[in-house]
T-cell receptor, first 114, second 111 residues
Framework: DAGVIQSPRHEVTEMGQEVTLRCKPI?????LFWYRQTMMRGLELLIYFNNNVPIDDSGMPEDRFSAKMPNASFSTLKIQPSEPRDSAVYFCASSFGIGDTEAFFGQGTRLTVV | QKEVEQNSGPLSVPEGAIASLNCTYS??????FFWYRQYSGKSPELIMS????GDKEDGRFTAQLNKASQYVSLLIRDSQPSDSATYLC???????????FGKGTHLIIQP
């Protein structure tokens, strides 16, 4: 298996633009997580899905952020409009369970909003 | 608010010595505990998981869990320069909760 695949690897955008990050989980995994990592706040859980259903989105910072999982092999995280403070590395991870099993991380998307 | 606390470091350890990394957590009901290693510019990768009180050994790594003290640690024996990385402690409270991560401890192994 190729592991968790994220795209793009790097994204530079201007403030106010829409940004869409994409994730393909490991085949057979039923849980998918979106994390954001910054030096100041560390690794923060934004939202996670189980069997394609959002379970907890309490970590989503504000309404500008939205996430979808239309099927078991694809998820998106959208930021509209983007702001400079959204600059971070966004990781997608997947696992067989929700929190009691190993989560495998993608390579991340480094987002820079200028 | 579930919290996971780690000393940010850097923790500097000479090559060949034992590196000791510590983590405390706030949710007494937490059930699953993980240590991830993250090299600079890379994604986190799991190195150890532990679910019950006591020690769990895997090669040069030993995870220790004390639920009464809400404390989990990672020991790295015979430290190598390749062990230099940030080590993230992650905790799951059980049920439908996802993982909560600490901010990580930056470990430097000095040749």
């Amino acid at each position: 298996d190729a592991g968790v695949i994220q795209s793009p690897r790097h994204e530079v955008t201007e403030m106010g633009q829409e940004v869409t990050l994409r994730c393909k989980p490991i085949s057979g995994h039923n849980s998918l997580f979106w994390y954001r990592q910054t030096m100041m706040r560390g690794l923060e859980l934004l939202i996670y899905f189980n069997n394609n259903v959002p379970i907890d989105d309490s970590g989503m910072p504000e309404d500008r952020f939205s996430a979808k999982m239309p099927n078991a092999s694809f998820s998106t995280l959208k930021i509209q409009p983007s702001e400079p403070r959204d600059s971070a590395v966004y990781f997608c991870a997947s696992s067989f369970g929700i929190g009691d099993t190993e989560a495998f991380f993608g390579q991340g998307t480094r987002l820079t909003v200028v | 608010q579930k919290e996971v606390e780690q000393n940010s470091g850097p923790l500097s350890v000479p090559e060949g010595a034992i590196a000791s990394l510590n983590c405390t957590y706030s949710d007494r009901g937490s059930q699953s505990f993980f240590w991830y290693r993250q090299y600079s510019g890379k994604s986190p990768e799991l190195i150890m998981s532990i679910y019950s009180n006591g020690d769990k050994e895997d090669g040069r790594f030993t995870a220790q869990l004390n639920k009464a003290s809400q404390y989990v640690s990672l020991l790295i024996r015979d430290s190598q320069p390749s062990d230099s990385a940030t080590y993230l402690c992650a905790v799951n409270a059980g049920g439908a909760d996802g993982l909560t991560f600490g901010k990580g401890t930056h470990l430097i192994i000095q040749p």
